[in-house]
């Protein structure tokens, strides 16, 4: 039986700064359970949201903290979402602990980001 526990993160708005870290599993630290293994997540389902009558584009991308390089981009790369409508995605996407989703929104604070997926222990 896998030891993973299901987990929702958000909903939470998107700004306009495509720096942001959207999401990131945590790292082991110091403390009790020292030396224990850090986390990592699988994210199974992604939905942006749009709250606004007008459509906004959202963009993210998948590595270092803060970073948007070109050649990471993962989910949207400025994918317009319908006035009022909601963009899902679906699949299999793992991020490790020195792995952040990282975004934003062309509209500040017009859409929504939350997902669904797994948290489990690494090594």
């Known amino acids: ?18 720096t942001t870290n959207v999401l990131n599993p945590p790292a082991a630290s110091g403390g009790v359970g020292a030396g224990s293994s850090p986390q990592y997540i699988i994210l199974r389902h992604i939905r942006i949201s749009n709250r606004t009558v007008s459509p906004a584009t959202f963009s993210l991308w998948l590595g270092g ?10 989910i949207g790369s400025g994918l317009s979402v ?7 995605w679906y699949g299999l996407l793992r991020l490790d602990s020195t792995d952040f989703l990282v975004g934003g929104a062309g ?6 980001f939350q997902a669904e997926g797994e948290i489990g222990v690494a090594g």
């Open 1 to 18: 039986m896998a030891a993973n526990k299901t987990f929702r993160v958000g909903p939470v708005a998107l700004t306009t700064t495509l």
């Open 65 to 74: 903290t803060g970073g948007n390089v070109a050649g990471t981009e993962v």
């Open 82 to 88: 319908a006035a009022n409508s909601s963009y899902d």
């Open 107 to 112: 509209t500040t604070l017009a859409l929504t």
